[in-house]
């Protein structure tokens, strides 16, 4: 089996305009979500999917691989399908998963990405995603920070803004925005129109669990530190002092 990993990245952002090429000790943020993750093991190719000229030339310039689908998508998501077709054109090969890596991720853990991927190779599962634990009744509270309850199984059984479940913290986990797909599940996943739980909560993975599709949520210790808004780059810039 072959697996692909895709990082969309896009130069609108209502909080943080042009944040792909934001500098973060030295090294632009999508350089360095790229150069996390394209020692996987596990993955055959390591791409970024773009809407935006500038970041195709920047990727480009580093050595990256990168398509830019053209037409004009409602998420991530539906990007990442739409440049799938390029991507393998390009390898000419076709691949049975694709991870989507979020291109404001700096410190993501290559060995989650690999967990997820190993995920979606060797167990019964449409999609695999991250969440960790939620240190603060602030997270726990906030809009900002989307939760996650699962079954018994690890399954999710929902994701939302608000404190979920009511009453236990120490229920609810983070969820970190990846996600990898079997691809003909996000072949499909592209093809279904928003739901209704998935424009009420602003989370397109509502959709799928309204679609009745598995999505199983692997656990990790490792501290979510993405970067949302320009002050969250300092927080990074401390972080990467600390760990060299």
């Known amino acids: 089996m072959k697996a692909v990993i895709v990082i969309p990245a896009r130069w609108a952002s ?15 943020l999508i350089q360095r979500v790229y150069e996390r993750v394209a020692v996987s093991k596990l993955a055959h190719a390591t791409y970024v999917a773009t809407d935006d000229e500038r970041i195709e030339k920047h990727v480009a310039g580093f050595g990256g691989k990168v398509v830019r689908p053209a037409g004009d998508y409602q998420s991530g998501t ?90 236990s913290r120490d229920l609810a986990r983070r969820h970190i925005g990846l996600y990898g797909y079997q691809t003909r599940v996000l072949r499909a996943f592209a093809r279904m129109p928003p739901s209704s739980l998935e424009r009420a909560e602003s989370l397109e993975q509502l959709r799928a669990l309204e679609n009745g599709l598995k999505i199983r949520v692997l656990h990790t210790d490792q501290p979510h530190l993405g970067v949302d808004r320009p002050e969250d780059v300092a927080r990074v810039e401390s972080e990467l002092a600390r760990l060299h």
């Not at 967990?115 to 979606?120: E, P, S």
């Open 78 to 167: 539906d990007r990442i399908a739409a440049a799938l077709d390029l991507i393998e054109k390009n390898e000419r090969t076709t691949f049975d998963q694709i991870v989507n890596v979020q291109g404001d991720e700096p410190l993501i853990d290559i060995r989650s990405v690999e967990r997820v991927i190993d995920a979606l190779q060797t167990q019964p599962v449409d999609m695999a995603t991250l969440a960790c634990p939620i240190t603060t009744d602030e997270e726990y509270t906030s809009r900002d920070v989307v939760k996650v309850v699962t079954d018994l199984s690890g399954d999710a059984l929902y994701f939302s803004r608000s404190a979920i479940p009511y009453g």
């Open 14 to 28: 209502t909080r943080f305009p042009g944040k792909p090429l934001a500098m973060i000790a030295g090294t632009s």
